[in-house]
């Protein structure tokens, strides 16, 4: 297909029963918060590429963390090391690597774009996630980060509620955001004048802008995530309750 390359798998590591790790042989000029499309080869189907944010670079080798959604995520995880896979990339605009004290904020796989971020950034940020139920991936952070926070709903770990009640806005000069639409709304409304760049997650089509599946509003008025974004400034953004 037009715009996809093959490359190998090199590792499947399974988080837990709905979220894997997948390593792929690939060169990277990517920048934090962008993404790929990736494929099944196998499948006929033009509509079964998936948007999958950049998690770690390193060398020849790309990390996806990704957390089963639907088909076509169910098919990736099927893939084993050895296996060949059809990407397309990087896409989108990514995060600004910004000066000062920073805050990463992610809900369950929302953490996915934030290790290769926290690897760019001068100054080490602060993680707060939040899950469910149980944690994963934290321990990628350990160096990265100055401090790490984790929320889960039923109180299996760390703070019993959600990463944003704990989140003390005053000592950040910026706010990066990723994880489902109900968090980043939440975020938005507790904190309209805060400094927040926001990846969004949406159903894409093609990834570059065609297909116009993943529009969002903003001030500006609609905009393609995967084109415009799927980072933005989180004041420019306008949400239809």
Known sequence: MSGYSVHKILEMKPLNDEVFVMCVEAESNGAPGQFYMLREPDTTDPMMGRPISISDVDGNKIYFLIQIMGEGTKLLSKKRAGDEILLMGPLGNGFTLV?????MLAGTAGIAPFLYLSKQLKQKPDLYVGYRSGSYYTEEFKDTTENIYIATEDGSVGHKGYAL??????????????GPMPMVKATLKKFPDANTQVSLEAYMGCG?????????????GRKGICKVGPVFNGKELIFNE
């Open 165 to 178: 009640d704990i989140l003390d806005i005053d000592k950040y000069d910026t706010i990066y955001v990723c």
């Open 99 to 103: 000066e000062g004290k920073t805050a």
């Open 208 to 220: 570059f802008g065609a297909c116009m599946s993943c529009l969002c509003d903003t001030i500006k």
